[in-house]
């Protein structure tokens, strides 16, 4: 078996790491280092220290590695740079993997030939609610995630660091580049748990998507998303509607022939009512079904509230998205009119 570096971004969450440190004794393959980059800034983990003298015992290198208010692209780089190994191994705090996870990933990657073996995620969610907020984002089928990973260091050569300076979404950016570069890759056989779901208020739902999708639009590889087109779709259509019937103008009557075979009554009433129709019916039954909801899940009146969370989360992310367009184009003007006073 090759050796493993273990890395895992930590910050105040001080339960859930004490949960995963304490499940490693009882994985089938322990990792040969565990590297807990601490970014609390006003934090010392001494529980989390505490478990250096039972990791020693098992021949696990454990450290704690501070790097003070750093985001969480920054704080993995910091670990890939601090780890000794071939293999690092990446897990967040709020993930819990299965005994098997890290044993049956290695097997792969060395049966493979595999520079990496991608991570699975499965959201766990307990309540009706948490369970409705799961169907609305990320759905109750594994999503490929950078957390539960294997990867060689020195593919980091190839595809690069993760960005550091946006709070979220330089895990998908830094998957987005490594199939950019076409490098094969397999997907694990053993998916971890996401925890992250449980007590989670709407509240903290809104405040979390409104972060990432702003961090989004800072990022260099920028994925366009299907649900803008939507919108914007829509938004052409309706635009159309309004002025459709102009084709059937006639100058004799100073208006619109309704004889005319372009024109269409009530066409704007009816484009905007279809186009609500099917966002909702997208929203509300045919997303959530492709994300692992059966039909018990909707009913009965589940899917409405499915269609709120997924309405509110969608006008959330435009407004986001929107602002962060706009934030960075006026900080890109802000700094040519700053590089051309200098210039002066």
């Known amino acids: 078996m090759k050796s493993v570096s273990l890395i895992i971004p930590f910050f105040n969450e001080l339960d859930e790491i004490k949960k995963i440190l304490s499940t490693i004794p009882n994985w089938t393959l322990l990792p040969n280092e565990i590297l807990i980059i601490n970014t609390a800034f006003d934090q010392e983990p001494t529980n989390i220290k505490n478990y250096n003298s039972s990791f020693r015992d098992l021949g696990i290198d454990f450290r704690v590695i501070s790097d003070s208010n750093a985001l969480p692209g920054q704080a993995r780089n910091t670990g890939v740079r601090s780890s000794k190994f071939e293999y690092l ?16 990933n290695l097997l ?9 073996v991608l991570g699975k995620t499965l959201y766990v969610a307990e309540s009706i609610f948490e369970k409705n907020i799961r169907l609305a984002t ?8 950078l957390p539960g990973s294997l990867i060689k260091k020195n ?23 490594l199939k950019l570069q076409k490098i094969n890759y397999y997907d694990s056989p ?3 748990k996401y925890l992250g779901l449980k007590k989670m208020t709407f509240v903290d739902l809104v405040k979390k998507w409104f972060r990432n999708y702003l961090s989004s639009t800072q990022l260099p590889h920028l994925k366009a998303h299907k649900d803008i087109y939507f919108y914007f779709t ?23 022939n309704t004889d005319s075979i372009f024109y269409i009554p009530n066409i704007t ?3 905007f009512a279809l186009l609500v129709i099917i966002y909702f019916l997208v929203r509300s039954i045919v997303l959530p079904i492709n994300k692992g909801a059966t039909i018990f899940d909707l009913l009965p009146i589940n899917f409405i509230t499915i269609f709120i969370i997924s309405l509110i989360l969608d006008i959330t992310k435009i407004s986001a998205f ?23």
Request: proline share 3%.
């Open 108 to 116: 792969l990657a060395e049966q493979m030939k595999a520079e990496i």
């Open 269 to 271: 009433k009816t484009i």
């Open 89 to 104: 191994a990446f897990l967040d705090s709020k993930t819990l993997p299965d005994e098997n996870w890290l044993k049956e």
């Open 138 to 145: 990320f759905g109750s089928n594994t999503l490929s995630t």
């Open 190 to 192: 053993q998916p971890i």
């Open 155 to 177: 593919l980091f050569g190839r595809v690069g660091q993760f960005v550091e300076h946006v709070r979220a979404g330089e895990d998908g950016d830094w998957i987005g580049r």
């Open 322 to 344: 929107l602002y962060g367009s706009v934030r960075n184009i006026l900080n890109k003007i802000s700094g040519f009119l700053s590089i051309k006073d200098n210039g002066k």
């Open 234 to 256: 829509g938004f052409a259509l309706l635009l159309l509607a309004f002025n459709w019937n102009n084709l059937s103008y006639d100058p004799d009557i100073s208006g619109w």
